[in-house]
């Protein structure tokens, strides 16, 4: 089986400095979403949370050895699928983020933890239990 994805847009940030996580993040930015996909912003609202699906296009490229990595904010190695590590078998993050506002099709957020350029694969609303 072959899986092929195509970035629906991608992120714009001034921030240097990324921080490791979205869950400890107040770094602002833009998703930058092609023109195609436009209709499909028409409900995302300002105050609301999304969910971003990206790629991490600038990871080194995953091996066997990288299946037990050490977290730099941790001192224990642990397995590859039980931490956030951009070095993946499938190099797909995603992040929880609190949408600021919308324009066109520029969505400005808050909680960044994406490189500028990163691939924007897919957006979803975050949900509880009590909304899905």
């Known amino acids: 089986m072959k899986i092929t994805c195509e970035p629906i847009g991608f992120v714009k940030t001034e921030v240097k400095k990324i ?5 400890v993040s107040d770094a602002e930015g833009a998703l930058i979403i092609n023109e195609e996909y436009a ?11 999304i969910v971003v699906l990206f790629y991490f296009h600038e990871s080194p490229q995953f091996t066997h050895e990288f299946l037990i990595q050490t977290p730099p904010h941790r001192n ?16 797909i993050g995603m992040s929880l983020v609190e949408v600021l506002g919308v324009e066109g099709t520029v ?3 808050k909680g960044l933890d994406m490189r ?3 691939p924007v694969l897919d957006i979803k609303p975050a949900t509880d239990r ?3």
Do not use: M, Y
Not at 19 to 23: A, D
Not at 39 to 48: E, P, T
Not at 78 to 91: A, D, E, T
């Open 39 to 49: 209709a499909g912003l028409k409900d995302i609202k300002a105050g609301q949370r």
């Open 107 to 109: 969505i400005r957020i």
């Open 116 to 118: 500028d350029g990163t």
């Open 130 to 132: 009590e909304n899905t």
């Open 19 to 23: 921080p490791r996580h979205w869950s």
């Open 76 to 91: 224990e190695q642990l397995g590859v699928f039980s931490i956030c590590s951009p070095i993946r078998p499938n190099p």
